[in-house]
Nanobody
Framework: QLQLVESGGGLVQPGGSLRLSCTAS????????IGWFRQAPGKQRERVSC????????YYTDAVKGRFTISNDNAKNTVYLQMNSLVPEDTAVYYC?????????????????????WGQGTQVTVSS
């Protein structure tokens, strides 16, 4: 398992941007799929976006396509989630997770049990 640390959350106005970071503090993202999930109050945790550390293939849920961008910096052991054009519905605790890549990015992102390491989460609040 990897130790994952998220950062970059905060309060932003609608239409604003934030960049979340997920760093593997004690290892490297080798042959992993790294995902961002979010959980709003009273709702189930949902997938947002995933990326393969091997080939950088990505997946985005429909609600964030065209607004969010996931990227991987292997030299820094860090995965980023650039979030633009934020709306109040994006308000949630955002979690980073990783798991050994044993299937396609899409298949793994659709199955939360694929992810064996989880961060503690970072709060994102979109409000005027």
């Amino acid at each position: 398992q990897l130790q994952l640390v998220e950062s970059g959350g905060g309060l932003v106005q609608p239409g604003g941007s934030l960049r979340l970071s997920c760093t593997a503090s004690d290892s490297r993202f080798e042959h992993q799929v790294i995902g961002w999930f979010r959980q709003a109050p009273g709702k189930q945790r949902e997938r947002v976006s995933c990326i393969s550390s091997s080939d950088d293939k990505t997946y985005y849920t429909d609600a964030v396509k065209g607004r969010f961008t996931i990227s991987n910096d292997n030299a820094k052991n860090t995965v980023y989630l650039q979030m633009n054009s934020l709306v109040p519905e994006d308000t949630a605790v955002y979690y980073c997770a990783s798991g050994p890549q044993i299937n396609t990015v899409l298949a793994m992102c659709n199955r939360r049990a694929s992810f064996t390491s989880w961060g503690q989460g970072t709060q994102v609040t979109v409000s005027s």
